[in-house]
């Protein structure tokens, strides 16, 4: 049976252990920028501690329940300062403002059309205070990656909590009508014959797409870089991070 990763936050984080590069880059622009913070898709809460630990209040919206429930757990010993609401980043009103907003590790490529990231967007400027910052992190979609043949392709590999190692393959298929890209995760765990299959969708966010929409919005694009280094983005970055404001 082909399962949603999304629907394992125990999974999602051990899978993920290995995403730490992004850390120091979303901390020292929540301490450059200021509080409140809200992140969008803010999931397990990974993104969140380094935050609070510097007493920035903190606000996470998180569309699965069970995402957001786990984040709460994780995040309970600093309720004074933090709160992870369930919600969809596309249409909420907490009736609040911020002074800094970011959605990271490409969250917002599971928006699916650009009416959905136009509507997003439309949701982000609502909550941004007149002198805050909008920060998105994602990669930038390449063609080799996307029209790779269909095969099995080795993405990570991670230890269990219990200790049995795992490694994980891919497949993909990109539809460019929708610019949709299907992919297919295999989890093959030592020790376990069975192999677990996971699946979901990715909307490719083309940089020029971004740069419309962000636009469109009302959002003024300050800074757009191609790494956490904040190196200017270029025609061989693989991120596309923008720092954007109203």
Not at 39 to 68: D, H, K, V, W
Not at 105 to 116: A, G, M, Q, T
Not at 128 to 156: E, S, W
Request: net charge negative; aromatic share 16%; hydrophobic share 40%.
């Amino acid at each position: 049976m082909i399962k949603d990763i999304y629907s394992d936050p125990e999974l999602y984080d051990a899978a993920h252990l290995w995403k730490t590069n992004d850390i120091e880059f979303i901390a020292n622009s929540a301490t450059k920028f200021g509080g409140p913070v809200l992140e969008m898709a803010a999931g397990t809460g990974r993104l969140a501690l380094p935050i609070i630990e510097q007493g920035i209040n903190y606000t996470g919206i998180e569309l699965s329940s069970i995402f957001a429930k786990f984040a709460r757990k994780k995040l309970a010993k600093f309720r004074d300062l933090a709160q992870v609401l369930e919600g969809d980043m596309r249409k909420i009103d907490l009736d609040l403002q911020f002074q800094f907003i970011f959605i990271g590790f490409n969250s917002i490529f599971h928006l699916l059309k650009n009416e959905d990231v136009a509507s997003f967007f439309s949701c982000v400027y609502s909550h941004l205070l007149d002198d805050g910052l909008f920060l998105i992190d994602t990669f930038v979609p390449h063609p080799i990656f996307l029209y790779r043949a269909q095969q099995k392709y080795y993405v990570m590999e991670f230890d269990w909590p219990s200790g049995e190692h795992c490694i994980v393959n891919e497949t993909n298929h990109y539809d460019p009508d929708s610019q949709i890209n299907h992919i297919h995760w295999y989890f093959n765990t030592s020790g376990k014959h069975e192999t677990d299959e996971y699946q979901f969708d990715m909307h490719m966010i083309f940089p020029d797409t971004m740069d419309r929409l962000l636009s469109e919005a009302g959002f003024v694009i300050k800074d757009k870089y191609g790494d956490y280094d904040k190196t200017p983005f270029g025609p061989e970055s693989h991120l596309q991070i923008y720092l954007c404001g109203k």
